[in-house]
């Protein structure tokens, strides 16, 4: 696909998972550094503390502030290896599974505890 | 064939959705005090709108992404937070107006003190969300909505002089108590253009699966619906002004505003604005929760579609439940409706800069819109637009001040 401009193709990029299931955007993408080898792209990065980065420092802090304070600690985020990535395009499609990310942990949460206990919720389709 | 359809369905969404708490209750009010002189108020408003339809459906047309996605794929999240957070806060409030403009008509129609039905009301709109398709959605509140044809009826049948009508389609200042005068403008205008509008035309033409053979389906169902939209909301201004204000009338409450069509209709005028301030706002209640739900679901990439069965996309169905139910509580303590409405019709207004000046940057990038960017009219027209905008925030607080209440 030749070079892909990362801030301008990939950072905020839509992500959909291998069956087309949108799974957030590219809130951060992060560069490993192993001793003795050059820095690369690594990882795709889904989660709110990241897209609070992206706002700002203070926002973090405050963000980070406020979960204290209110005793929330599990904090899930979702780390793809950059491997991971199928076709960039109108979306970015990884080789991952919806089901299986820490970043879907709020829509799974809502899905299994509250909107399926609703009559109509599930099936086929409207 | 199917496209002729799509069409004339398109125009009668527009015509269905145009006119709603908003708009009945800015140019009523503006007819009342100020005979015909503000209808070139709407004029400008619904061209304005037209032009934000066209081209955020062109946008949604051609790169396949609404504009919620693009204004976080191309400005980025830090940028996004702004127009998230205002539309989000004036889309919430408009909600409420609407909730409360069907409550208001319940009221007038059962005598149930109007806060007793915001709940309810909230709750079979949410049913509606939670079992109905885009479609029924869109469509549904269309047909329905066609009731506010009474309008363009009550106008035509009380005389009015056409001569006076076009003279104040184009714009003048009043010769009397200036800040109400700009005050109801800048309220209008935000009746007219409200960001909500463009949000859901631009996720309905990805709901409807939108490719650029639709773009003159686009061009014609924002240009035509608006031309009638526009045209019921000056009936309406027209008709408050053959009504209310040769009696020196002014219109402070929505008992006042209900009489609006029964000098020229009778007790059927009654009923029939009734009817109309219930299904439009009802239809506008819908749309909004949706709308709202559609920019999280966008900005932060959720799975969403009003055509999936809620379990699929939890958070997006999770968004329009809240909303609705939160939106109904300032109407269910007890708010003023017609008080609230004005607040968030110039809340409106102050708002638009941040959602039309990234549209002018999108609307010329070519590696959106390829061919389709915007020509030197609509580039003119939203250059035009993103200078009222700016106007509009500037003037709003010391308007609400002066001229408001």
Excluded at chain 1, 112 to 118: A, F, N, Q, W
Excluded at chain 2, 102 to 114: E, H, M, N, P, R
Aim: with cysteine; charged share 15%; net charge neutral.
């Amino acid at each position: 696909m030749g070079a892909v401009h990362l801030a301008y193709e990939v950072v905020d990029s839509q992500l959909v998972d291998r069956h087309e299931q949108k799974i957030g955007r590219v809130d951060a993408l992060l560069l490993e550094a192993e001793p003795g080898k050059p820095l690369r792209v690594a990882t795709i990065v889904i989660g709110a503390a990241a897209r609070a980065r992206r706002v700002g420092g203070w926002f973090a802090a405050t963000r980070r502030a406020l979960r204290a304070l209110a005793g929330i600690r599990a904090e899930h985020e979702s780390r793809i290896p950059f491997s991971a990535v199928r076709r960039i395009g109108d979306t970015i499609q990884l080789d991952v599974e919806e089901r299986a990310l820490e970043s879907e942990h709020f829509e799974r949460w809502l899905g299994d505890h509250v909107i399926c206990r609703i009559p109509g919720a599930s099936g086929a389709s409207k | 064939m199917k496209k002729w359809g799509e069409i004339a369905l398109g125009v009668v969404t527009s015509i269905g959705g145009f006119l709603e708490v908003g708009s009945i209750a800015t140019s009523v009010q503006g007819g009342a005090i100020f005979h015909f002189q503000l209808a070139w108020v709407l004029v400008l408003g619904t061209a304005s709108l037209a032009f934000l339809m066209e081209m955020t459906g062109r946008l949604a047309a051609v790169s396949r992404r609404t504009y919620a996605d693009l204004l976080r794929e191309r400005f980025g999240y830090r940028f996004f937070v702004v127009p998230l957070l205002a539309v989000f806060i004036v889309s919430l409030l408009v909600l409420t107006s609407e909730i409360g403009g069907v409550a208001i008509a319940l009221q007038l129609a059962t005598g149930i003190a109007f806060r007793w039905w915001a709940i309810p009301i909230a709750l079979i709109g949410w049913l509606l969300l939670w079992r109905g398709t885009f479609s029924i959605v869109e469509q549904g509140t269309a047909m329905l909505g066609l009731v506010a044809l009474t309008f363009a009826v009550g106008a035509v049948k009380l005389h009015p002089d056409w001569g006076t009508l076009g003279r104040a389609l184009l714009p003048s200042t009043p010769s009397r108590d200036s800040a109400r005068y700009w005050y109801i403008a800048v309220s209008m205008l935000g009746a007219s253009i409200s960001p909500y509008l463009y949000l859901f035309y631009s996720a309905g033409a990805i709901e409807d699966a939108w490719t650029i053979e639709y773009l003159s389906v686009n061009r014609i169902t924002a240009g035509l619906g608006n031309l009638f939209g526009g045209g019921l909301a000056i009936a309406a201004l027209v008709t408050a002004a053959l009504v209310f204000e040769p009696r020196g009338i002014q219109v402070d409450r929505y008992e006042q505003i209900a009489l609006v069509l029964a000098t020229p209709l009778g007790r059927a005028g009654l009923v029939l604005f009734i009817a109309t301030l219930c299904i439009t706002c009802f239809g506008s209640t819908l749309e909004i929760a949706l709308a709202i739900a559609y920019l999280l679901a966008q900005g932060f990439g959720w799975q969403w579609s009003e055509n999936l069965k809620p379990g699929k996309d939890a958070r997006f169905s999770t968004s329009y439940t809240v909303l609705i139910v939160l939106a109904a509580v300032p109407i269910a303590l007890g708010a003023d409706p017609l008080q609230l409405t004005n607040l968030s019709m110039v809340v409106t207004a102050a708002s638009l800069p941040v959602t039309v000046i990234p549209l002018l940057v999108l609307m010329n990038d070519g590696d959106v819109l390829d061919t389709h960017v915007n020509g030197w009219i609509s580039n003119t027209a939203l250059v035009v637009i993103a200078l009222l905008s700016v106007v509009l925030l500037v003037a709003a607080l010391p308007l609400q001040l002066l001229g408001g209440g």
